[in-house]
């Protein structure tokens, strides 16, 4: 109908982008489909696949190889009579709670006095988080060495003029899981100390603006204000590094072996020692399905939590 | 036809119906603003034009064409977005080339037509820089180069202006309908803001909860307000709206609100059919004109704008905004006469809020 | 005021010392000859420093060898750098196309498949180790690097995809419109938009996953075999299986070689490393 006005843009119509027809051609979200193909045979085959699979062979009284001859949860009854598993179990809460309940500690401290405001924050950040990027078994074999009672620690404390020191607790089966405590809050307490400072650093600096306006001490703020304010961090914390216990299997190996004894062994040790080493796969196979329903009850939470804020924040 | 149909489109969400039967014509070359609050549905409508959202019922044409079922790029669009949405990796020059690269287009040409639009666009100097580098006037200038490099039969613009600050966006505006004088395009326009709708619009579309309140050229939009929503939409400060029924003394037509009487001038004839009628009076703050013979208002507050003042004033057991010139003074507690122009009034029907005079 | 700034750095550096002690432990026994060693304290510097135990620990003692290897880290050393470039560039890749397809293109059960690979993450590989034996050993690849590869792969894409969606997620909706409009299709919009956009994502995601990768044991003891040993599996062997006296100097040279790789690109990433990890990178 209106007159085009004189176009500087104006062309003939074989001079215009080809318009692609819109019968035949292929939709991107079929690419997209395709491309979630090995993902999703990966998550649907190799993790609840082989989690099933283990279930089954866990039912069976397989030893050396699979062998699908079942006898219902006789490797259970096995498991749970069988003194070294609640060995590992006990060591299991020891450990969760002294290395989690560490991290957790050392790590909000260290947040908090790098939140204080210090200058060389980044080389003391640096510092702190550099046993993070060494692997378990590096840490198990520096602090099977640092706490070796011959030559380690204690010696080295003693040649200092305190000759009733002791420090032995690697070779003594009543102390060497807390040896495993102190090497792996040596390496993760970086991690925490992050994740915390990462949190603080969130926090809204007017509320600091107000305590002092308020006239409230510093450690005050702190216990009453921030610690409440950063709840969902430590809960992030707690499962992460639950995640890690209950993992824990290289630190182990490499720092005390499991030793003196079966004395510092834990669940994921025994899962591996039974399907690799003693040919016991039905009765490992149980164990490892128990270890993965620890881990289901401890995670659950924070699945909910996550996916809900997921929910949340597409409601906007 | 050219331009763009829309029948009987319809959105749904987990089947709540959004939109229901949107029917629109967009003639070719028109500027077409789709106005209203936020949550009206007007990007939703946008996006369903663009193809970016897909219809629940209807079709749309574009030039003619049923592209319903196409995607964005097969549709003969371009699209402005209020945030810009420059490929923020890409310089200047490969943002705007991106779609034609996409389309297939050889590289020399593609050079040749950013090369074009960049100096229609007076952004050759920025061709190198990144969308980073450049201020928010200058990306938006982008964003309109990159719409215009696909020579498309429509541009569909959505808040393009929302994210400059006034001044910027005066300018911008201005550009805009230059532009839009030059190329004769057709370009469905979205805005929240009246002033970019009554400056740009060759027709204006008030929406409001999913449908369409009135489809009109600006000044009838203004003049003659379909229904109460969009007379209180549209216009700063709002129009005044008061409850009472017509009344006829002698020559003389008031508005009785039943604490007072509104004496209103010019009357059309038609309102003659309505006395006695409990209805809506609307009346914008140049309506209401200063009269010592008219009803005392007493004044509760006055506002100087600048270039004029608004006055609040008690009357006839309601508030109303009256327009001034910025010389008079008006002191707070005192009284002055008012008249309302009957001539350009709106009256509303009380239970649906339809406008009940016509032209 | 005063007395707490000094408290504040006194705590700080205590902690600092106590953090690098055994890191300066094992520099310094590694360093030291044995006979000083056994007549000193870890806590003195090696009065003659010398590389020997480093070399010993990277060639081995070729005169007390069973077989033809030297026992020395170099092979192992080669070992991980095969196993670690393509599992990175692989888990990194199929990550970041997997997290694209699910935080771009919405299709039904995106968020259920999301759910099921962020459970998957917290899944302890004892697991499924088992059956993941079986099914590298059907594919003919047990002990080999390409099997360890692809267990790697299979391990990381969990936690790739995790990080490249959530990062593509933030992504604003708009530019994707654009992309669309401009006609851009799936691999256009990956390779042409998306992929740069990500490109300090993408950094986080290969540091951190090279560190997982070389870190790893559990995965290169079970798959490994003889020819496809890691570093960190041969390191435990090496401390583990020495005759006669422990040669500590040796043990922490060899553990320095094999922190070495991990600990340069700690030190060289700096904040790529902290972003990645607060970022929420999950990871047990």
Known sequence: ?316 | MNGVELRDVTKAYAGITVMENINLEISDGDFLVLLGPSGCGKSTLLNMIAGLEPVTGGSIDINGRDVTALEPDERDIAMVFQSYALYPTMSVRKNIGFGLKMAGMPKPDIEERVKEVAELLQITPLLDRKPSQLSGGQQQRVAIGRALVREPAVFLFDEPLSNLDAKLRADMRIELKRLHERLGRTIVYVTHDQIEAMTLATKVVVLDRGSVQQADTPENVYRRPANRFVASFVGAPTMNFVDGTLVREGDQMFFDTGKGKLPLVDVPAQANEMVGRPMTLGARPEHLMFDDAGISARVVLAEPTGPDQYVRLAVAGAEMTARSGPEQAFKPGADIGIVIDGARMSLFDLENGQALLEG | MRYNRWALYGLLCLAAIMIMAPVFIMISTSLKSMDEIRNGSIFTLPADPSFAAWSKAWLGDCTQTLGKKCGGLSSSFMTSVQIVIPALILSVGLGAVTGYSLAVWKMKGANVMFAALLVGMFIPPQVTLYPLIIMIRELGIFGSIPGLILVHVIWGVAFTTMMFRNFFKTVPQDLLKAARIDGAGFWALFWHVMLPLSLPILGVAMILQFTYIWNDFLLGLTFGGRSGQPMTVALNNLVGSQFGEKEYNVDMAATMLTALPTLAVYLLSGRLFVRGIAAGAVKG
């Open chain 1, 1 to 316: 109908m209106a007159e085009p006005a004189p176009d500087v843009l104006q062309r003939s119509d074989d001079q215009k982008i080809p318009i692609k027809s819109g019968k035949k051609r292929w939709r991107p979200q079929w690419s997209a489909g395709v491309a979630l193909i090995p993902a999703m045979t990966i998550t649907i085959v190799c993790f609840y696949g082989f989690i099933i699979w283990t279930f089954i062979i866990s039912l069976t009284r397989s030893r050396l190889l699979p062998v699908y001859k079942f006898t219902g949860f006789d490797q259970y009854v096995r498991l749970f009579a069988n003194e070294r598993w609640w060995t590992a179990m006990q060591n299991l809460a020891i450990h969760g709670f002294l290395f989690i309940g560490g991290c957790v500690v050392f790590g909000y401290l260290l947040a908090i006095l790098i939140d204080r405001g210090v200058k060389a924050e980044g080389m003391f950040r640096t510092l702190f988080m550099l046993p993070l990027s060494m692997s378990f078994i590096v840490t198990g074999v520096i602090w099977q060495w640092v706490m070796n009672p011959g030559l380690g620690l204690q010696e080295a404390v003693r040649a200092l003029g305190w000759a009733s020191f002791e420090f032995n607790w690697i070779v003594r089966p009543d102390r060497s899981i807390y040896t495993l405590a102190i090497a792996g809050i040596w390496q993760q307490v970086g991690l925490c100390m992050a994740l915390f400072l990462a949190g603080l650093r969130n926090i809204d600096p007017n509320i600091w603006k107000a305590s002092r306006v308020d006239g409230i001490p510093v450690w005050r703020v702190y216990l009453h204000i921030i610690t409440p304010m950063m709840r969902t961090v430590f809960f992030t914390v707690f499962i992460l590094m639950s995640a890690i216990v209950m993992k824990a299997f290289d630190l182990v190996v490499a720092l005390t072996g499991g030793g003196p004894g079966f004395s510092s062994d834990l669940p994921a040790r025994f899962v591996v020692d039974h399907i690799l080493n003693r040919q016991e796969l039905g009765l490992g196979a149980a164990g490892a399905f128990v270890l993965l329903c620890t881990v289901i009850a401890v995670i659950s939470p924070y699945i909910y939590f996550e996916l809900k804020k997921e929910r949340g924040g597409r409601g906007h």
